[in-house]
């Protein structure tokens, strides 16, 4: 992002980031979805911590839990939201691949997910994602790459 009088890169502090994610009026309809809510950013460690109102009459297989699918998306949903984080809000970050271990069932309700930048490269950006549930146990835990992309490029 530029200063349009001086043409200098404005540099967002984490509150500032994060009150912009929280007055949004164009969240995504998947981040609706998925009921995501931006809870910290930390720019330094580019990190993010989010909520996801995880709603039973949207989001449950036939045993009840909340379908694996639905869970890939929001760690996806952590991870790229981080990649947007560490560049800055200059930057999207495409998700080239991922992967996705799941360690417990996932119920209904508040869950913690946390989003982190390994490495954010010109070409590539290596990225985590953990989900939690309210009790604080690990659910789910993803690695994954992406495209850093320019805002300007972004179509």
Do not use: H
């Not at 995501?36 to 449950?60: C, I, P």
């Not at 379908?67 to 998306?73: E, K, S």
């Not at 981080?82 to 360690?103: D, H, I, Q, R, Y």
């Amino acid at each position: 992002m530029t200063d349009v009088a001086s043409d200098t890169p404005v540099t967002l502090t984490d509150e500032a980031i994060l009150e912009r994610f929280l007055r949004t009026k164009n969240q995504p309809t998947g981040s609706q979805t998925l009921g995501f809510r931006m809870v910290s950013v930390n720019q330094a460690e580019k990190m993010v911590e989010v909520e996801f109102e995880a709603r039973a009459e949207l989001l449950l297989n036939p045993m009840k839990q909340i379908q694996g699918g639905y869970l890939c998306a929001m760690l996806d949903e952590c991870m790229s939201v981080a990649c947007m984080v560490a560049s800055g809000m200059t930057a999207v970050a495409p998700t080239l691949e991922m992967k996705t271990s799941f360690f417990r069932p996932a119920q209904p309700g508040k869950l913690k997910g946390v989003g982190k930048v390994v490495r954010w490269g010109r070409q590539v950006a290596f990225t985590e994602g953990e989900l939690y549930d309210a009790e604080g146990r690990l659910l789910a835990k993803a690695t994954g790459t992406a495209i850093p992309t320019p805002f300007t490029r972004y179509k």
